[in-house]
């Protein structure tokens, strides 16, 4: 790992079942299966749509003082503004940084983020001149409800000068938001780059139509590369990462080693069907960018995403370009977060970097969950592949998968009685608050 090498140096998260990264990394290697059926976002079965689902807890609970932000903002706010706002914030005191050193700067901020289910609020009322004040509030709601915002209300809230746009790629929005920054950052254009992935599932219409169109398990069960798998589970994550170059970063949680980014392009069997042959292009191109032999990697992060042709063709490319070629000694460890989370969609590559760096920070892959047998179609592949069924020792080594990045760690330095140096410098640890109540929370949270 060189001072020029794009790093990883913050990341902060929104997960259902888990308000922080620590909880989140908590139920990865607990098993947990973070996909649940309840009535806290609509009515159950009211709707007659399914609500088993992965769903954030906490997205109305907000500071707006400490972000600045006026009460008809607020009350119009989407949830996910507010909470790219506050992970934003939470990645970069993460990676060491204050706040207020990044005001003023070129700092980079790129939002993958996908259809804006909440904009269904905005009807024609709004244009009704006779309701007091009514089209102020809806011009309002206007502004904080459209995803073309996101990014732009981030730059403004921290002052910061760098690129700002949101980028829809359908469910690899984030992971090609995160090439955005990248080759902002190699390119010399910028020194700091916030890669935020956003989704929630606020309207029960874009769920149904999902369900309608046969997309999504009528069990409501994540299950990727299972016998049983019936489509996919919707799921929320709203995190970030922070991006810098080593020589400024203070914390490194992994080297980007190579992105990259293509499309099917033209296929006989329509625009929405995979392609496993694009896909291992994709991946060739991407070790060939990294300058590594297929050999060197050692896990896989798979997209995975519980439906029938899906993570067939997404195997079948993952075994041709890591497993063909001869010297292969191990089998090679393939995750799949989607088991325990459910399709986070415009955030899921995001969400699948952070279980990559919680690996690496713990030294230990997560298991899949939901998998009892092997869909008879991926027989074939596994060995060399092999599902992470259970927690699992992991030296690292690492790729991630059309967008594939590939990820290098952060090699601890070891003293020759074993004992890793960051592990026993002593630290001073400075604790702040705005009320009493939060300084006691996080003494708590140390203790």
């Avoid at 993952?318 to 986070?344: Q, V």
Wanted: aromatic fraction near 8%; charged fraction near 20%; proline fraction near 5%.
């Amino acid at each position: 790992m060189s001072v020029d090498d794009v790093v990883i140096s913050g990341m902060s998260g929104r997960f259902p079942m888990a308000d922080t990264t620590d909880e989140f990394a908590g139920n990865l290697f607990a098993g947990v299966d973070m996909v649940t059926e309840d009535d806290t976002r609509w009515p159950t079965d009211i709707f007659n749509v399914n609500n088993r689902f992965g769903k954030i807890l906490t997205y109305n609970r907000f500071d707006s003082t400490f972000f600045g932000l006026t009460e008809a903002v607020v009350n119009n706010l989407d949830p996910q503004g507010s909470m790219q706002l506050e992970t934003v914030y939470e990645a970069i005191v993460d990676a060491g940084v204050n706040p207020n050193d990044l005001r003023g700067t070129k700092t980079g901020v790129y939002v993958g983020a996908m259809d804006m289910s909440v904009i269904g609020h905005i009807n024609t009322d709004m244009f009704q001149p006779d309701i007091p004040g009514n089209l102020q509030s809806h011009l309002y709601r206007s502004t904080c409800e459209q995803n073309l915002f996101y990014a732009s209300r981030i730059s403004f809230v921290f002052d910061l000068k760098g690129p700002s746009m949101i980028v829809d790629t359908a469910c690899s929005s984030s992971a090609t938001a995160f090439e955005f920054a990248y080759i902002q950052i190699m390119a010399g254009r910028l020194d700091t780059a916030l890669v935020v992935g956003t989704n929630m599932q606020l309207d029960q219409s874009n769920m149904r139509l999902f369900q309608e169109l046969g997309m999504c398990s009528p069990r409501g069960v994540s299950a990727p590369l299972d016998r049983e798998a019936d489509g996919y589970v919707k799921s929320e994550v709203v995190g970030c990462l922070l991006l810098q170059r080593r020589a400024n970063a203070r914390r490194v949680y992994a080297a980007i080693r190579a992105v990259r980014v293509n499309n099917d392009g033209y296929k006989m069997d329509g625009m929405f069907h995979p392609s496993d042959a694009a896909q291992e292009e994709l991946i060739a191109d991407t070790v060939a960018d990294a300058g590594i032999n297929p050999l060197d990697v050692t896990y896989i992060e798979g997209h995975l995403t519980s439906t029938k042709v899906g993570d067939v063709e997404e195997v079948k490319a993952i075994y041709s370009a890591y497993c063909k070629i001869p010297g292969r000694k191990t089998p090679l460890p393939i995750g799949a977060l989607k088991s325990n989370l459910g399709h986070t969609e415009a955030s899921s590559g995001l969400a699948s970097i952070i279980k990559v760096l919680i690996s690496y920070e713990n030294e230990c892959i997560p298991p899949n969950i939901n998998l009892n047998q092997l869909k008879d179609e991926l027989a074939a592949y596994f060995p060399p592949l092999m599902s992470v069924s259970k927690l699992q020792q992991y030296v690292p080594g690492m790729g991630g998968t059309n967008a594939h990045i590939i990820l290098e760690p952060n090699y601890k330095l070891l003293r020759s009685d074993g004992l890793r140096i960051a592990q026993t410098i002593p630290r001073i640890v400075n604790i702040c608050g705005r009320t009493q109540q939060s300084v006691k929370h996080i003494m708590d949270f140390i203790e």
